[in-house]
C-alpha cells in the first residue's frame, strides 16, 4: 500500500487515515502531519443472528454492473426535446400534460438549465416518440494508465509546499 499524496510505502496492517483538505486519505506518517489523524472505526464486539432470516449477504442480487452496457442521456437532449415537440406543433403546456409534469420544467429542460433524471427521460421518450438514452459501454481506466509508472497518487501530480 502506498501514501496517496507522496507515494511511500505504508505497513498494510497498520495504515494512517488522515483528513486533508476535507478528503480522508491513506498516509505515511510525514504526510499525516498535513492534517489530522482520523481514528479507526470501533470493530462491533458481537456480531447479531438473524433468526429465521437468510444471511444478509446471500439476500443481495448477485450481478456485476460492469459487464452491462449502461444508458446516458445524449448531449443534445435539450434540442431534441424542443425539436420533437415542435414537430408534434405540442406547445410546452400540451407536453406537460401529456407527461404530468409542470410547464416550468419543460422550459428548464429544453433551455439546458436542467437535466432530466431517468424515469422523466423515459416519459419524454414516450410522449414524443425519441431516443434520448443512448447505450455506453463502460470503459476500462487502467488502459489509461501508464503501466511503467505504477499507480497514480498526488504527489506524481503536485509538488507538495511544507510549512
Do not use: H
Request: glycine residues 4%; aromatic residues 4%; charged residues 35%.
Amino acid at each position: 500500500m502506498e501514501c496517496e499524496i507522496c507515494g511511500k510505502p505504508v505497513p498494510e496492517n497498520n495504515p494512517i487515515r488522515a483528513k486533508i483538505e476535507g478528503s480522508v486519505m491513506v498516509v505515511c506518517k510525514e504526510c499525516s502531519k498535513l492534517g489530522t489523524v482520523q481514528k479507526a472505526p470501533p470493530k462491533p464486539k458481537y456480531v447479531k443472528q438473524n433468526k429465521g432470516k437468510k444471511p444478509a449477504n446471500t439476500r443481495k442480487r448477485n450481478y456485476s454492473r460492469n459487464d452491462e452496457p449502461s444508458e446516458e442521456l445524449i448531449e443534445d437532449f435539450s434540442f431534441e426535446v424542443r425539436k420533437a415537440r415542435e414537430a408534434k406543433d405540442w406547445s410546452r403546456e400540451d407536453l406537460g400534460r401529456k407527461i404530468n409534469e409542470r410547464v416550468s420544467v419543460i422550459t428548464r429542460i429544453e433551455t439546458g438549465k436542467m437535466t432530466p433524471d431517468t424515469k422523466l427521460t423515459k416519459k419524454l421518450e414516450k410522449a414524443l416518440n425519441i431516443k434520448l438514452l443512448e447505450k455506453v459501454d463502460n470503459v476500462d481506466l487502467n488502459q489509461f494508465i501508464n503501466s511503467s509508472s505504477g499507480e497514480r497518487t498526488l504527489g506524481n501530480i503536485m509538488k507538495i509546499k511544507r510549512k
